[in-house]
């Protein structure tokens, strides 16, 4: 399978501490303004999963944070990105997963026996 950088997206879940809300959404939000500001046409979202959203007994919740771009996230975008998030402050967020994906092209096909 080849991987075209032009289509490529980039998604970041973690955990955020309940008590960590208010400071890490501003923070996310800061980071995401200025990587909108250096990449022009960077798209970004900050999301989180929506089950337990806002749920005061829960101890901590899934964010996820969305990139695209016209062009594609190239590979200098997502050092950009891995740049900002590394000055967030310690422990305001949980382990960073960055994942990367591209559209679904090719149409699938079943294979019978």
Request: proline share 7%; charged share 10%; hydrophobic share 45%.
């Amino acid at each position: 399978m080849t991987c075209h950088t032009a289509s490529l997206a980039q998604f970041v879940y973690y955990r955020v501490p309940h008590a960590n809300r208010p400071a890490a959404a501003l923070a996310v939000q800061q980071m995401q303004a200025v990587l909108t500001q250096q990449w022009p046409g960077l798209q970004t979202q900050l999301m989180r999963r929506a089950d337990v959203a806002g749920l005061a007994e829960v101890a901590e919740e899934t964010w996820m944070e969305i990139y695209a771009h016209p062009e594609g996230v190239s590979p200098l975008i997502a050092q950009a990105i891995a740049a900002q998030a590394s000055a967030l402050p310690t422990g305001l967020i949980g382990v960073r997963h960055v994942e990367t994906f591209e559209p679904l092209t090719t149409p699938l096909t079943t294979h019978t026996a």
